[in-house]
């Protein structure tokens, strides 16, 4: 996979694809073949500050944790992004849904894993 600008962290995007965070702000999405689709803030005019950790629910939305604006948003397969998560955060890195249906967050601000419930968004 060519032409990405300073991939910093891969996780599974939709229907078997990959999804890649680039320092430089935006997130790059390739298919199952590694053909590229295309771009999330393409897609849907969301801006970056600097995309972090990546990961992706049952439904195959794509969730971003984002270090500089520091929140954590969901792109859904169809609409506009989704804020799930912005007071607490420090600097969320990581990001991982847990099959219980939640959202843990990396924050190395206060070298923290914190622990979402109940957000209807991941429902």
Known sequence: ?????GPCWVG????GGLAVSEEFGDVRLFGSARQPLGSLAGWT???FGCPAG???NSEGNIIVADEQRRQVTLFP???PPICLVSEGLGQPLGVACAPQGQLLVADAKDNSIKVYQGLKELA
């Open 77 to 79: 397969r169809a609409g």
């Open 54 to 56: 990546i990961c992706s």
């Open 12 to 15: 599974p995007g939709p229907d």
């Open 45 to 47: 005019g969301h801006t």
């Open 1 to 5: 996979m060519l032409g990405l600008e």
